[in-house]
C-alpha cells in the first residue's frame, strides 16, 4: 500500500514540474490560431528585430570564438601568476546582473565613460548603436564558451600533445592538429550555450544600447517594447523565439551524437585478439 | 629519464646531447625544443591520437614514408582503423611505426611491455626483441622488470632513487652484482652474514640464522650473500657431493611459476623443475637441505 502510495506521489511530482516548465511554452503556441502566428512574423517590428538579433549574435559569437579560443588555451595549458584571478573574472559575467553589466558598458565605454573620450577623439560612437549591442551580447555570453573551452582544453591528455611535439609539430602545428579536433565537441557545445544566451540578453543590451527599432531592438527587447502595445505581436516574438533556442539545442543534440574521439591512452590491460 | 631527454622535463643540471648535437646543456643555457630534437618516443600507454586513423598517425611525423612502415610492422591491413578498435599489442606496433616512421635518432621505450597482460606480454617481447635487431639505432628502454631488460638489451643500467648502481650486461649484473640492490632486482637471494678468511681461497660467513656457509668470493665484516635460487639443488636427506654449502630447513612454501617451482626453504628460495619438486615430494612443513656451491655464492658489500 505504501509502496503505491510513493509510486503515486512520485509521479504527481513529475508531471506537476514538467507540466509547469511545458505550459508556458505550449501557451505562446496556442493563443492564437497557427495562421495568425506566421501572419504577424511578417510584421516589420518583428522581422527588423530579427535582423538586428540576427547581425549583432553572429558578431558578438564570432569574437568570443576568435578571442575566447586562446584565452581559453592559455589558461588551462598553462599555471602563471594570476591563473586563479583571471579564471575569476571571465567567470564574472555569469553572476553578475545584467543590469549591472549594462551600466559597467556605459561606464567604460559610453560617451562618458572612462574610455569615451578616447573614442570621441577615434571618431568612434559605441554606446547606443548596434556595436554596443554587440559589446552587450559578447559580455554576458562569453563565460558560457570560454568556461567550457578550458573545461575541454584540460581534458586533453597530455601525453597527447607531448607525442605530438616528440613527433616534431610545434605548438601550433600541434594545437591544429591535436588538441582542437580532440576538443571540438566541447567548443561546439560552449559556442551554441554562449550564442543562446547572447540571443536572449535583455538587462545590458537595453542598458547600453538603447532599444530603437531596426538599429538596436533585438527580439527579447522587441518583446518588452510591443508587451503594453501589441501583446499578440509579442507573443508572436516569443514563439518565435522557443522555435530559434529549440533550434540551437538540438543541433547541439544532434552534433553530440557524432562518433566522439574517445580516449585511447589509458588502457592498462590490452588483450591479444589477433597477432 | 626519458622525458628529459625527449626534452618534455628539463633538468636542473647536465648535459644531453646525441653525438656532437648537444640538445641540452644547463651550464651553457642550452635547451633544444622536443619539436627539434631527433628523437622517437612510445609512451607507456601509447599516446596514440584517437581522432586519426592508424596511416595517419604512422604519417604524423613526416609521412612520405608510412606506407612502407606500415608494411614493415606487418599493420598495413590496420591502415584505415582508429586506435581504439586494435588490441594492446597491435596499439605497440603503430606507436613504434609512428616514433621510427620519423627517422630519429634515437628509440626511447617507456615501459614498452607493462600495460599489456601477461599473455600479449610474452609474445610482444619476442617480437620487439627481433624489431630492434633489425633496426640499427641506438635504442633506450625503461622499465622495471629485470627480466624484460635482460631480454631486450644488450647493457643495463640500473637507477636506484634516481643513481646509477650499476652499468654492465645483463649476465654481469646476474654474475657481478655491485651491491644488494641490484642483486635483489635481479631476483637473487639475498642473506645477510659476517665474513671472515678461512683459507686463501675461502671466505667463511656466519649467516644471520646461525648456519655456516663458504665463498669464494674475498669478504669481510657485514656482507650481503647472493645465492640464484636455479644454483641451489634440493635433496630430502644430507648427502656428500661437493657443495660446500647446505642450509637445512623448514619448507616454508612451495610456488609454481610456468613449468618451474620455487622452494622456501628457511632463508633461501631455490628453483627446480616441476617434475623434481613432485618426485621429492616438496611440501610445506616437510624439511629439506638446500646446497650451493661456494664458486656459486657471490659476495657482496651490505649497503
Known sequence: ?275 | MLRAIAGLARPAKGRIALGDDTWFDAARRVFRQPDERSVGLVFQEYALFPHLSVRQNVAFGGGARADEYLERFHISHLADARPAVLSGGERQRVALARALARDPGVLLLDEPLSSLDAQTKALVRVELQELLRDFELPVILVTHDFDDAAALAGQVGVLIDGTLRQLATPQELVSQPADTFVAALTGANLLRGIARRETDELAAIDLQGGERIYSTDPGQGEVGVVVYPWDVTVARVRHADSALNVIAGEIRSVARVGSRVRVQIGPITAEVTAASADHLELARGGTAFASFKATGTRLVPFA
Open chain 1, 1 to 275: 500500500m505504501r509502496r503505491v502510495a510513493l509510486a503515486l506521489g512520485l509521479f504527481v511530482a513529475v508531471a506537476v514540474s514538467l507540466g509547469f516548465l511545458l505550459l508556458p511554452i505550449v501557451a505562446l503556441f496556442t493563443r492564437q490560431p497557427p495562421s495568425e502566428l506566421v501572419h504577424q512574423l511578417s510584421n516589420p517590428v518583428v522581422t527588423e528585430a530579427l535582423v538586428v538579433s540576427v547581425k549583432t549574435s553572429a558578431v558578438a559569437q564570432a569574437l568570443i570564438v576568435l578571442l575566447g579560443t586562446p584565452t581559453a588555451y592559455l589558461i588551462a595549458s598553462r599555471r602563471f601568476f594570476g591563473r586563479s584571478l583571471a579564471i575569476t573574472l571571465v567567470e564574472l559575467p555569469l553572476v553578475l546582473p545584467p543590469a549591472v553589466a549594462g551600466i559597467g558598458l556605459l561606464v567604460a565605454f559610453g560617451r562618458v565613460g572612462v574610455l569615451g573620450s578616447t573614442f570621441d577623439a577615434l571618431g568612434v560612437n559605441v554606446a547606443f548603436n548596434q556595436a554596443a549591442v554587440v559589446l552587450a551580447v559578447a559580455f554576458v555570453a562569453s563565460p558560457l564558451y570560454v568556461r567550457q573551452a578550458i573545461a575541454s582544453f584540460e581534458a586533453v591528455d597530455e601525453n597527447l600533445i607531448a607525442a605530438s611535439r616528440t613527433l616534431g609539430a610545434g605548438p601550433v602545428r600541434t594545437f591544429f592538429r591535436v588538441v582542437l579536433p580532440l576538443c571540438a565537441g566541447g567548443l561546439a557545445a560552449g559556442g551554441a550555450l554562449s550564442l543562446a544566451r547572447g540571443l536572449g540578453e535583455f538587462g545590458a543590451t537595453i542598458m547600453f544600447a538603447g532599444s530603437l527599432q531596426g538599429v538596436t531592438q533585438t527580439l527579447p527587447l522587441a518583446i518588452y517594447a510591443q508587451f503594453d502595445r501589441n501583446f499578440d505581436i509579442a507573443v508572436t516574438i516569443s514563439a518565435l523565439f522557443v522555435i530559434l533556442t529549440a533550434a540551437i539545442l538540438l543541433s547541439l543534440k544532434v552534433s553530440s551524437l557524432w562518433p566522439a574521439s574517445r580516449q585511447t591512452s589509458r588502457s592498462l590491460f590490452a588483450h591479444l585478439s589477433s597477432s
